[in-house]
């Protein structure tokens, strides 16, 4: 069983819709919780950062973490062309160095 | 202010070859990671230097090896190479006082094995 589990997708949605992408994991050491994006021919970019559970909110994202159900989300309100990417889930254990991504879904906003 | 740039960004090389990859950390970052990621694949943690040492070490083998010089730059050198080994190799930088994870990533270099 791998350490993370993302679904890749693709997942294919209108323009506006809210948009809920999610991952699993088996380690209960892990941490620090991340949402990355990566642009086609790009390297990611860090778009959320959390490290309890709960909700987290920055704009039209909100990230979340389940640490009883090994749980993290995170959603897109009102989603945007622009936001079509590849969004890659990530965590870290306590005193590591070490990302842990996951696959990876890829995104598509329709207009 | 630069980003994390990496060269070169693309690369063909075959069977057997050795390979180097270069990377600038961002400015006023002094700790740089490796991730080799695979077509469809996520990010896989290769290394991390800092003050010029190997802090932490993925899973891959020996021909996997790397380099941090007093300017906080990078290497990463691949021997004998396997085309297994094509992806795009991506170098991510952090400073010390930052949240543990949040890396600033460049935009790889994209390695083809034939």
């Known amino acids: 069983q791998k350490e993370v589990e993302q679904d890749p997708g693709p997942l294919s949605v209108p323009e506006g819709a809210i948009v809920s992408l999610n991952c699993t994991y088996s380690n209960s050491a892990f941490q620090y919780f991340m949402w990355y994006r990566q642009y086609s021919r790009k390297g990611p970019e860090l778009l959320m950062y959390?490290?309890?559970?709960g909700n987290k909110e920055d704009g039209r994202f909100t990230a979340q973490v389940d640490k009883s159900s090994k749980y993290i989300s995170l959603f897109i309100r009102d989603s945007q062309p622009s936001d079509s990417a590849t969004y890659l889930c990530a965590m870290i254990k306590g005193s590591n160095y070490k990302l842990t991504f996951g696959k990876g879904t890829l995104l598509t906003v329709n207009p | 202010d630069a980003g994390v740039t990496q060269s070169p960004t693309h690369l063909i090389k075959t069977r057997g070859q050795q390979v180097t990859l270069r990377c600038s950390p961002k400015?006023?970052?002094?700790?740089v990671s490796w991730y080799q990621q695979a077509l469809g694949q996520g990010p896989q943690f290769i290394f991390q230097?800092?003050?010029?040492?190997?802090?932490q070490r993925g899973n891959f083998p020996d021909r996997f090896s790397g380099h941090q010089f007093p300017n906080y730059s990078s290497e990463l050198n691949v021997n004998a190479l396997l085309l297994g080994d094509s992806a795009l190799y991506l170098c991510a930088s952090t400073g010390s006082g930052a949240n543990t994870g949040e890396l600033f990533f460049g935009e790889g270099s994209r390695l083809t094995v034939l």
């Open positions: 230097y800092y003050e010029e040492e190997e802090r």
């Open positions: 400015s006023g970052h002094d700790t």
């Open positions: 959390t490290y309890s559970s």
